[in-house]
């Protein structure tokens, strides 16, 4: 069983940063990023493998440039660096991680069985 614990979040106005990040208590396969709008499905922002094979950070569609994911292995960390913010990216943010195969690693939320608790992000206008 794998814990994760989230930190970083709040608010900000539009076009400032935030930085989040997630600590897991074990050894995973991949960790990643997630984020929830009100009333909408859960969606990914990246994810990498965090075997010593290594691999990504993979961004989801639109998320490169302005999200910036880092991954810290002596700490068994992985970080999200968020940049000119804007405020359709208010949501719960999710740091989520996995075990068994790599090839199994995506931004699909339903890959994932460990889960941290979540964390608020608001941008105001």
């Known amino acids: 069983q794998v814990q994760l614990v989230e930190s970083g979040g709040g608010s900000v106005q539009a076009g400032g940063s935030l930085r989040l990040s997630c600590a897991a208590s074990?050894?995973?396969?991949?960790m990643g990023w997630f984020r929830q709008r009100p009333g909408e499905e859960r969606e990914g922002v990246v994810y990498l493998i965090t075997t010593t094979s290594g691999g990504g950070p993979y961004y989801a569609n639109g998320m490169r440039g302005r999200f910036t994911a880092s991954r810290d292995s002596a700490k068994n960390t992985l970080d999200l660096q968020m940049d000119g913010l804007r405020p359709e990216d208010s949501a719960i943010y999710y740091c989520?991680?996995?075990?068994?195969?790599?090839?199994?690693?995506?931004?699909?939320?339903?890959?994932?069985?460990?889960w941290g608790q979540g964390t608020e992000v608001t941008v105001s206008s």
């Open positions: 989520a991680a996995r075990e068994g195969r790599a090839s199994t690693c995506s931004w699909n939320f339903k890959q994932y069985n460990y």
């Open positions: 074990g050894p995973t396969t991949c």
